[in-house]
């Protein structure tokens, strides 16, 4: 160890990331020492890492972190998570963010301050890639003079932020590629609770429970949306068609609208989520290229819907990988005529059941027709802890069922997961 050059060393301080290993380790030699002050790049403060956290007293932990920064030169990521802090005053804060200002990379903070200090104003106009806030109020964005030239990624979370600011703060990021939005306060001046969002550099979008009545994004280069427990009256995408994976995770939206993205989607992930069919297939009809579809717990607005199956076939010929679960009646079954469809391409198809019974068997037995170059079946399905003997009557039906299906296809590979 006494031959590893100081750079090395510093490195390997740095991957051990939590602050109280990273000064234990330091101190066991005069080179580790110096290894940490001045080749040290990662610091990771997270009231997780050590239980002694929980029991220190406000300035008590901020004298700490202080010491700790102070110690070190050239820091290039710096994580403080304190989730059982309730406030930190002002002034350490602002000392921390100047003191690493300079060489900062990646800032991840989620810690409430007192007086609410502007962590733009302390960051912009320097080299931060990564900015992760939480429990922080963002207010008077000024994007001529708090401009970040070098983010990529920008995290919000329970972050209160009007939508102008928001906007601006979009703007004042030219190269920002992967934007997270989780639970933030929309502060809204008009009661048309309107957001919208343009970026020319945007990749990835992740927003989960936000509740507006509209949101515009305007987004180019946009690959991936995936929106997750969020209410909202309309939604809208603007964007060149750039589209690869869309997801929708328990979502309540009126209307939905990703205009002409739809043409390069390869994934389309869509869950615990109301559709009309016919106006869900016309959105992603001309995605051609689409391998992936998932409609999972879904639920139809017209009693008299169903997914097609046979225009599954025929709008996405690449699919590989179809996941189906939904309540299943009797117009489920009606595959067309025989042998006038097949999903040539689907290897995994994933089945999942809201009532188990003869319906689902034969949905099962039916889908498995349409796959001839299927490798792998995976049913899910939920048992209760107390079943009822008519359950239990149900379950051996359907599994002596399946036994007996898969005999026709011994090149299947069969899983089952239950909960």
Excluded at 185 to 207: C, R, W
Excluded at 273 to 290: D, G, P, Q, R, V
Excluded at 373 to 398: D, P, Q
């Amino acid at each position: 160890m006494e031959y590893l050059p100081v750079e090395v060393i510093g490195n390997i301080l740095s991957r051990l990331g939590a602050a109280r290993d990273v000064v234990i380790a330091s101190s066991t030699c005069q080179k580790w020492r110096e290894a940490w002050r001045n080749h040290l790049h990662t610091l990771m403060f997270n009231s997780n890492d050590w239980p002694v956290y929980h029991e220190l007293t406000r300035s008590r932990l901020e004298i700490i972190v202080t010491q700790t920064i102070f110690q070190t030169n050239g820091l290039h990521c710096l994580s403080i998570i304190m989730d059982d802090v309730d406030e930190f005053s002002a002034a350490p804060v602002i000392a921390w963010l100047m003191y690493t200002r300079e060489t900062l990379r990646q800032l991840h903070y989620n810690v409430r301050t007192t007086p609410n200090i502007n962590i733009l104003e302390k960051c912009g106009r320097q080299r931060l890639e990564v900015l992760a806030l939480a429990h922080n109020t963002i207010t008077g964005v000024e994007p001529s003079y708090q401009k970040f030239p070098c983010l990529r990624s920008l995290s919000l979370s329970y972050v209160s932020i009007s939508a102008l600011d928001l906007s601006l703060f979009l703007t004042a990021c030219p190269k920002v590629e992967v934007l997270s939005l989780v639970s933030i306060d929309i502060v809204m001046s008009d009661p048309q609770a309107t957001m919208e969002l343009t970026s020319n550099s945007l990749k990835d979008i992740y927003v989960e429970a936000l509740s507006l009545d509209k949101i515009i994004l305007e987004a180019d280069s946009l690959e991936k949306l995936h929106l997750k427990d969020c209410t909202l009256e309309v939604f809208e995408l603007v964007s060149k068609g750039s589209l690869s994976h869309l997801k929708i995770d328990d979502v309540s939206v009126i209307h939905l609208d990703i205009g002409e993205s739809a043409e390069d989607l390869e994934i389309v992930d869509v869950s615990n989520f109301t559709i009309m069919w016919s106006k869900f297939h016309h959105m992603i009809a001309k995605s051609s290229k689409l391998k992936r579809l998932r409609l999972w717990g879904v639920v139809f607005d017209d009693e008299d819907e169903a997914v097609d199956i046979e225009t599954i076939s025929a709008c996405f010929p690449q699919l590989s990988h179809l996941s189906l679960s939904y309540e299943l009646r009797e117009t489920t079954l009606h595959y067309g005529s025989q042998d006038s469809f097949q999903l040539e391409n689907v290897v995994v198809l994933e089945l999942g059941w809201m009532v188990i019974g003869d319906l689902f068997s034969h949905w099962v037995a039916g889908l498995l027709e349409r796959c001839p170059h299927l490798r792998k079946l995976v049913i899910y399905g939920v048992v209760s802890e107390t079943k009822t003997h008519e359950e239990c009557h149900t379950l051996a039906n359907f599994t002596s069922f399946i036994v007996r299906l898969m005999r026709k296809y011994l090149h299947v590979d069969v899983q089952f997961e239950y909960e």
